[in-house]
């Protein structure tokens, strides 16, 4: 298989917010890798056995699900021990392993952030495909300035999937993707901007890039826990105008 190129992401804090509930919050991390550049065509193909047309743009129209099942193929290829675990849909984060995963919401802003505290890393013309270049579609990774990871197209090109819920007593399994995407206007291209999709949703601006780093716990790591989901799944508090809850 094609090399998944990863950075290695030094142990640090970050701030993140969930604009529904009008909470901040810090996470801190310790040190994990992802991948210098979103997941390709050409790797995707090689994993699933399909010819990429554009095999150096990112892999788009990829489900939740489809891309943690391109994290554990990629584990078995390379001998790492899976990260994820299914029954039927229903899939488990094992945080000790070593295998390649999809980034935790709180890590993925960490590594596209690089330091920066504003909604940028840079000037978006230099670091991000957006809808003021007029593309129709996403581009060859790393052709924009990277952070100071080191990071090609964490904003801009397309949005990536992380393995965080997006707000489970509204949207019950939506997880959350990031970054902005090739079609976005300068205000959905922000390091802190959320958005998210059922786990089966694919669409042509949505891709996804890897991480590793396995961890001494069970049910919660870098930034996200189970409880943490459940509790935020059980919200019964006073809601905006507009929302009708799950039932």
């Not at 994990?32 to 990112?58: D, K, M, N």
């Not at 590793?212 to 716990?217: L, Y």
């Not at 989901?229 to 006073?238: I, K, L, M, S, T």
């Amino acid at each position: 298989m094609t090399d998944l190129e990863l950075a290695r992401i030094p142990a640090g804090t970050v701030q993140l917010h969930d604009a529904r509930r009008k909470v901040r919050w810090s996470v801190d991390l310790e040190s994990y890798e992802i991948g210098v550049y979103p997941v390709t065509q050409e790797q995707l193909a090689e994993i699933i056995g399909e010819t990429a047309s554009h095999p150096r743009r990112p892999a788009t129209d990829v489900s939740w699900l489809r891309a943690v099942r391109f994290c554990n193929a990629a584990s078995e290829w390379e001998g790492l021990d899976p990260a994820y675990a299914f029954e039927g849909e229903e899939v488990t984060w094992h945080v000790d392993a070593d295998g390649y995963r999809l980034p935790t919401e709180a890590e993925w802003e960490h590594a596209c952030r690089a330091g920066s505290t504003g909604p940028h890393y840079g000037p978006l013309g230099e670091i991000a495909w957006t809808s003021a270049d007029g593309v129709t579609a996403p581009q060859n990774v790393g052709g924009r300035l990277p952070n100071l990871h080191g990071l090609f197209d964490t904003l801009g090109n397309v949005w990536e999937w992380t393995w965080d819920l997006l707000d489970p007593a509204r949207y019950g399994d939506y997880r959350v993707f990031r970054g902005g995407g090739f079609a976005d206007d300068a205000w959905s291209v922000r390091a802190s901007t959320r958005r998210g999709g059922a786990p089966r949703m694919h669409h042509d601006d949505v891709g996804f890039r890897v991480a590793r780093g396995g961890f001494d716990a069970v049910g919660a790591a870098q930034g996200w826990s189970a409880a943490a989901d459940a509790e935020r799944a059980a919200y019964d508090g006073p809601t905006p105008p507009g929302w009708t809850p799950l039932r």
